[in-house]
């Protein structure tokens, strides 16, 4: 046999052995495939096929009741040509919100778990609850407090106290003015975002070796800002990552926030409206669901951005 066939059966050989070495590693480690599969069971079925079957669909023409029309890239070059609400509105809107709610959010979150870290530990366990309570109470917290709040008639608490100040003569309709309902949003999801990520940063701080802080002084390490810096920051990145990425699922699920506050599917002039109350919108209220699902890919690949992003930031390098 001449060598380059001798080569080339080889390598055919050894490419019908890899199934084969494949199925059998499986089965000799089929007790731990055994404990993974409900995961992967869930993974597949409530994630991976979902998220295959909106790629597929953002291609079609879908009104929930006819077959769906392929239709190419029509969904997306319509959304940057003629889709003006998402490119005026919807955009916009989102990299504000997104913005003030997840890095000066996650940094707010970062701040206030390293202040209540300094206090004795029982004083720390009652406000770390005061802090994360108000993330369990979701949409329950939006209508008895929020909405009352910034109620629009004189009963409302913002309107009452402004009145009483003189500040204002009539009162002010704070969810339904454009001017306002957005900073209103933000306000509300950063006080509603000391959530799981919080709770981790807090214990994070656990983690750091307290010799490092000994040694850092040796070294020249001369105020807490230097230690948070070179030291606590460094030593739990793992916790750090994992509330990067609540603060970025927790930013970019957060379009309901305006729909819960005003009780209004569109908000007044668009200026609460984010990506995803434009999802909403044509999927629920407009039934274009093969558009929707082409937004619903550009906020896939906004969020693969956002995450690899994170992982840059915080993820482990090499020797680490």
Partial sequence: MKPELARTHTSTLKAGAQPVRALKRIWNERMAYLFMMPFLISFIAFILIPVIMGILMSFTSFDAFRFPEFVGFQNYIALLTQDTVFMKYAIPNTLKFAFFVGPIGYLLSFGV????????????DIITLAFYAPSMAGAVALTVVWQAAFSGDYVGYLNNYLLQLGLIETPVLWLQDPKFLLHIMIIVTVWMGFGVGFLALLA????????????????????RLQEVFYITVPSMKPQ????????IVGTLKAGAISTQLTGLAITPQYAGHLVLNHIDD???????????????????VISYIAMKLSYRLFGSKDGE
């Fill in 113 to 124: 778990a390293w202040l209540i870290y300094q206090l004795p530990k029982d004083a720390r």
């Fill in 204 to 223: 994070g701080f656990d983690t750091v070796n307290k010799e490092l802080y000994e040694a850092g002084k040796i070294d020249g390490i001369s105020n």
């Fill in 240 to 247: 750090m990552l994992f509330s990067a990425v609540m603060a």
């Fill in 282 to 300: 044509y999927a629920f209220i407009r039934f274009e669901l093969g558009y929707a699902s082409m937004v619903s890919v550009v906020l896939l």
